[in-house]
Every structure is written in C-alpha cells, then in structure tokens.
C-alpha cells in the first residue's frame, strides 16, 4: 500500500488544538516533569516512551489519580512479560468512576437506549446508590477481594452498576453477551469458577424477544462454584428458583464503600476470540486499566464532563469495558442494547442524534455498511453534536474515511483505532491535534512504543511489517487464568522477539509519523516474496456493488506451491458470472498488485466470524490445509458453524 498520502483529508482548527485536553497536559508536563513544550504531538510521543516513568507519573496527577496508600516508585521492573508498575500503591477504580457524582449529581450519567431509540438517563446519584447497595450486598453475600463475578448481560445500566460494585470489594469482573450460546460462556467462566452470576431472562434484538432461561438453567448446573445467581428480568419474567431479584439488592440508599487494593489487584477477565482451543482468559488489574484508560479515554479522545459518549458494542466485547471508563473523565456514556441496524441501516445515526452524542464510535463494517446502503447521516439526522467519527474492529478503508467526511461533515475529526482485546486499549488512533489522512491511523498512542519490524528485528519506515510494542503499558495482561508458568502468555506475545511484545498484525509506519494496518500477520497472503494483508484485498473488492463480503486465504500446499481463493458472498440478486469475475480480478490487479490476483474466486453463503465480529481467517485457512473441523476452530467462538462445513467439505473435494 502507498503511503504518499500528501493532502490530509481533515485539520484541526487553531481553536480545537488549543483547547484539546492533550494541549494543555503538554504545557502542564513541561512545567512540571520535563516534558518538551514546543514540537507538538510528535515531541510528546517521544518524550513519553523515552521518558515512561516521568510521564506515567504525570498523567496521575493530571488526572488527579487517588491513591490510598503511595507508590514506592513508577515502574519497578520494566522487563516484558512481568513488568511491575506502581509497587506499593493502592487504589480502587470504581471509586474514580464515580467521582462525578459528588459535584454532577443530578446530570445523567448514563444514557440507556433500546430499539425503540429512547435515551433513559440514570444520573450520578443514582448510579451511585445502586453501585453502594449493590457493593454491600455483595460483602453480606461473602464476596472478598479476588472473587469472581459474572455477567450474562446485554448493555444496559445493571450490567455497569454490577461491574462498579464487583470493583468496589475487589472483586474481579468477567461477562458473556446473551447472544452467546451456553457452551461459549462455559468455556470462559468456568476458566475462571465465578461465585456469583448476574443475568437475565432474555434480551431483545431485531424487533424480536429471544428467551434465554434454558441458557440460564444450564449455566447454573455447570458452573458448581456460584453462590448467588441474581435474576435482571428485562423480559419480565419471574425470577427461577433460588435465584435473588436484582431489584432487592439495589434498593438500599448506602454510599459505596471502596476496597483498597494492590495496583496490580485483578479488575476484570477477558477472553480472546480464541478460534482454536479454549479462549484465553485475560486478566487486567484495577490500576494498570485505570491510568491506561484516563490516558485514552481523556487525552487522545479529548473526553471530559461535557461529552457525551457512544460506541456500539456488546458486553463481550473489550469495546464495553472501554465504555464503561468513559466514567473515568466524568463522561456521560451511551448504552445502546439492541441491533446496530434495526430498524434501518442509519439506526446508530438515529441513536447519536437522540443522545446528543458528540465522540460517535461504531465499526468499521457499519460505515462501509451505511456507504453501500445509500445512507446519508447528515441529510437525514441532526449530528451538529457529534465531533469525532471512531472506528474500530478492522482497518476503514479509504473509501469510508471519504464517505464519513461527505456524508456526515467536512469537519469531522475521523478516528480510525487500532488497539487489543490483549490490552484492553489502543496502540494507535485519535489524536484531535493531528490531520487525519485517507486510510491511517492518525499517530501511535502515549506512552507506546509502537514499532514495524521485519523477521529480524529492524525496525522498518514506510514498509510493511509485524506491529511490536518495545516497552510494557500498566493494561498488559498481569497473568493469564489457569497459565500457572506464564507460558501461554508467554507464547502468545513474546516468542517471535523475546522481551518485545508481538500483536499479530502486519502494519507500516509512515515517515510523516501515522500508521496503516493491514490485517493478521498470521493469515498473511505472501505471493512471490512480496506480503500483503488480508484488508488491503478486502477494502479493493468489497467496493463492487455485488460483494456484501469477502475473505482471501493464502494456503501453502505439500508440493511448495501456493493457493489463494477468494470466497465471495454476494448481494442479493448479483451472480458470480465471467463478466464479474474479470472485474474482481481486475480491480486486484489494478490497485493491488497482480501477483495478489486470485486463483480461484468462489461463491459462498456466508462470510464465518468471531462472535466479536472478526473475518475467521487462519481456521479457515486450516480447514482448507485438511485439519478436521473440531481441531481447526473452538466451536463456541464462532457466529455461525455450518458455514465453516463448506470450508471443510471443499477442502475434502479438493484432496
């Protein structure tokens, strides 16, 4: 991919980068930690991973960061995997997500919206008093520090309230959308033997109820450590025997009481996509997802007490957790439970005119969407709220950023991010003082030292090459579950470049300081010697009318040679003739590279997916090499099975 970029499509205004939060903590952090006052964003940046331990102290105390007891120093060790930050601090993180409520009482601090598209706020009092019965409830029920806590819970405010008072008695965190089917949450919470489980009896999505107490039933015969099951009846139904009403246990007027804790003391459990054996469960501490957050969420978001925040997502996925933190900058956040396009395709746009959304976050699958559906945001929706368009799950392609910035404002600040579920954040994204060009990520993120490197560790400038973070961030995984060694850790970040961690995607460092990603390192399409990833064959092929989605595979054969399919599913009404065929080969040929031409472009019902939303690459890719199905992909991480069953009987044809 180019990256002659000259033009930006967009520039901050004067005005903007003055005002911006990451302005003023610039001139703060010169005054006070040495930090460069002149040269901007890229100045800071440097400053930030040379001088890490100067700037984590500053971004506590810009944030004002309550500690109970103090640190020793920054950073004890440095070393990856293992680095240990703030030794000796305590803390709570639910008591810095509240703090708004003692000066904004009465402001909303959510805003809970269904697919009637209705906002519902529940203000900081109020989501305080809950969070404060809820906390002491759980104390009554022998929940201690270092106890699991679940949630089989759609978006909605009790999932918040619950996740605030498990962080309150140091309790530690996980939850499951109830989308997902029984054996895709027992595979992740009985990892983690939880003692109490939050759900609920069903949850709508689509225009239609989707009853889940048989779910429930059998989550509550295999999960033998619960203690309390606690019944959210959003479909008003009765609670199960034996199970306690949430409306019980939340009822109490109590302010909350904090536990103290280790910086690095678990917050909460997430799971990878985890396409083959059991995900793994990932565990992020209370202070390490604190500073890490209010550094994300208040610099490079620029979010503060007058915003208002959205971002589509689900409670399974890392996009809710970051959510959530949005409280941590007084932020009022959006909560949206529902189909992202229901009624319509512009249902979201609908939403951030409702809520007076100003930082708008969706994925990049629903602008590309929107584009081929003929929306048209700003004709059809009020948005003179909304200042910055992020996008997140997979790179947005150049024809997204170019049809946000004509259908929704010229002056839109549009935020494409690339981050982990590993992390729990972002390596690289939003930047307000920056221009944003067509197709890049804006800068790498504070305190990150993302680099490109090839196979040998050289670190490369505008070329292609594996994305590495060469100093530890506080939201790296402390551990993971059931990994006593650390060895599954270990292998998953750190094998390829020992002491250097290793994401897992192909990206290039542009020499003007942004960053273009362009899909898994690990199902890289590799022709002739010459690497391309996966979304750069995604972005060119899908802007054909008659593709609703696509997925390339390069499978290496025994005899050394190599095969790439392109499987393509089609809208409704196109056919696969020779007449689309030639333009598909042609439009790759033309904009890519003919090498990355295609050997075969075949048909298919349907594109398979994590249940988190990500093209399942390399199990297909498996599949289609003759590892049987059960071997090549964990049954619960997928959106739907019997579409991988053509992969694999076409793999059986092939033999």
């Not at 918040?160 to 029984?182: I, N, R």
């Not at 957790?321 to 941590?328: H, I, K, M, P, T």
């Not at 472009?601 to 199905?629: A, D, N, S």
Request: some cysteine; aromatic content about 10%; proline content about 8%.
């Amino acid at each position: 991919m180019s990256t002659a970029n000259p033009q930006p499509l967009w520039r901050p205004d004067p005005q903007r980068i003055a005002q911006a939060q990451i302005t003023k903590f610039q001139t703060w952090a010169a005054e006070h930690h040495g930090a460069p006052a002149l040269g901007g964003y890229p100045a800071l940046h440097r400053w930030s991973v040379d001088e890490l331990e100067a700037f984590w102290k500053a971004v506590t105390e810009w944030f004002d960061v309550r500690f109970t007891s103090p640190y020793a120093r920054v950073l004890g060790d440095r070393s990856m995997p293992g680095a240990e930050w703030f030794p000796g601090a305590t803390l709570n993180y639910a008591e810095h997500a509240l703090r708004a409520a003692g000066t904004r009482a009465d402001e909303p601090a959510l805003l809970h919206v269904d697919e009637t598209h209705e906002p519902r706020p529940v203000t900081w009092s109020e989501l305080r008093r809950q969070v404060g019965s809820l906390a002491a409830e759980l104390r009554a029920l022998g929940v201690r520090p270092g106890d699991r806590i679940s949630g089989y819970l759609p978006n909605i405010p009790e999932a918040v309230v619950a996740l605030l008072a498990t962080a309150a008695v140091g309790a530690v965190w996980t939850s499951c959308a109830p989308d997902f089917g029984a054996r895709s949450v027992l595979d992740r919470f009985q990892q983690v033997e939880p003692v109490v489980l939050f759900t609920v009896d069903g949850y709508r999505y689509g225009g239609k109820e989707h009853d889940r107490s048989d779910v429930v039933a059998e989550l509550r015969r295999e999960l033998p450590t619960l203690r309390a099951v606690v019944h959210i009846p959003l479909l008003r139904t009765e609670a199960p025997e034996g199970a306690l009403e949430w409306s019980g246990l939340t009822s109490a007027d109590v302010a909350p009481v904090f536990e103290p804790v280790p910086f690095d003391h678990p917050l909460w459990v997430l799971y990878s996509s985890g396409t083959t054996g059991l995900p793994k469960a990932i565990v992020q501490s209370q202070g390490g997802i604190l500073v890490e957050h209010l550094k994300q969420l208040g610099l490079h978001c620029d979010l503060g007490p007058g915003d208002r925040f959205f971002w589509y997502t689900s409670t399974g996925w890392m996009m809710w957790n970051f959510l959530v933190s949005g409280l941590l900058t007084g932020t009022t956040i959006i909560l949206y439970d529902g189909s992202p396009g229901y009624p319509d395709t512009g249902a979201q746009w609908r939403i951030a005119e409702r809520t007076g959304a100003t930082l708008f976050g969706t994925s990049a699958a629903y602008v590309m969407a929107c584009r081929k559906a003929g929306v048209h945001p700003s004709r059809d929706f009020d948005l003179s709220t909304v200042q910055c368009v992020a996008t997140t799950g997979s790179p947005l392609p150049p024809d997204g950023f170019r049809w946000l910035h004509d259908e929704v404002r010229e002056d839109l600040w549009i935020a494409s991010v690339s981050g982990g579920t590993d992390v729990c954040s972002c390596f690289a994204g939003a930047v307000p003082t920056l221009p944003v060009h067509i197709g890049e990520l804006q800068a790498p993120c504070l305190g990150t030292d993302l680099q490109s490197w090839d196979p040998n560790g050289t670190p490369l400038i505008d070329e292609v090459g594996e994305l590495v973070v060469t100093n530890p961030m506080p939201s790296m995984p402390i551990h993971f579950w059931n990994d006593p060694d650390g060895s599954r850790y270990h292998d998953s970040y750190f094998a390829m470049y020992p002491g250097v961690w290793r994401h897992g995607d192909w990206i290039t460092l542009t020499s003007r300081g942004s960053v273009i990603i362009h899909g898994r390192s690990d199902s890289t399409l590799n022709r002739q010697g010459v690497r391309m990833g996966s979304a750069d064959i995604y972005e060119a092929v899908e802007r054909l009318p008659e593709i609703k989605e696509s997925l390339v595979i390069g499978v290496e054969q025994p005899d050394g040679g190599y095969w790439m399919p392109l499987f393509v599913q089609l809208t409704p009404g196109a056919a696969l003739d020779d007449a689309l065929l030639g333009r598909i080969k042609g439009t790759i040929r033309e904009q890519l590279s003919p090498r990355h031409v295609p050997d075969e472009v075949i048909e298919v019902p349907g594109i398979p997916h994590t249940l988190t939303g990500k093209r399942i690459e390399v199990p297909v890719k498996r599949l289609l090499q003759g590892t049987p199905l059960d071997k090549a992909v964990n049954p619960g991480s997928v959106d739907d099975l019997d579409l991988l069953r053509f992969y694999e009987e076409l793999a059986r044809k092939r033999a």
